[in-house]
């Protein structure tokens, strides 16, 4: 058992099943919390769980903690959301990711996309281009009078190319 295992084991209770992490009933634990639900969401749309290590308030992800809960260490990489729901931390709907392997699981087009579409974008004319990045580089799809074309051309390359896509 690593020491972080005990330490977090200590303090938290994980239920496999939910992928909700409990404040142990123990005395390291102030009495308001005990029983009760740990973690917060934060803006990104994690759960959070604040706990004091070495003196200090810190702040863990809840679903890097269900991976040290079941596999007794922290991960080695990332972490992906299979189901693309941030709160859902079961264990079965985690994996190890690095971080291109979870671009490949967005669901989601940026913030900064003006149409709101994953993999669509307009062109000076007015039409609609659907790319997708593999391997680094961006390989052109096709070109579309209709968003929803390019949106399902994009959607379809994404399932063929995107080893990590589950849409």
């Known amino acids: 058992m690593n020491d972080d295992f005990k330490f977090f084991n200590e303090r938290l209770f994980y ?4 992928g909700i992490f409990y404040w142990r009933d123990v005395d390291i634990v102030g009495g308001k919390a005990r029983g009760k639900q740990a973690g917060t969401v934060n803006s990104k749309g994690y759960i959070i769980i604040n706990v004091k290590k070495d003196g200090k308030q810190s702040q863990f992800r809840a679903h890097r903690l269900a991976w040290l809960f079941v596999n007794g260490h922290f991960p080695e990489i990332g972490i992906d959301h299979i189901n693309g729901d941030k709160l859902d931390n079961r264990m079965e709907n985690l994996r190890e990711a690095s971080i291109l392997e979870n671009g490949q699981n967005r669901r989601k087009a940026s913030s900064h996309n003006k149409l709101g579409v994953l993999g669509v974008r307009v062109d000076k004319y007015g039409k609609y281009i659907a790319s997708i990045r593999v391997n680094g580089k961006v390989k052109f799809i096709g070109r579309f009078n209709e968003i ?8 379809q390359a994404k399932r063929e190319l995107h080893s990590f896509c589950t849409i």
Do not use: C, G, M, R
């Open 148 to 155: 929803a074309k390019a949106s399902d051309a994009y959607i």
């Open 15 to 18: 239920d496999e099943k939910t």
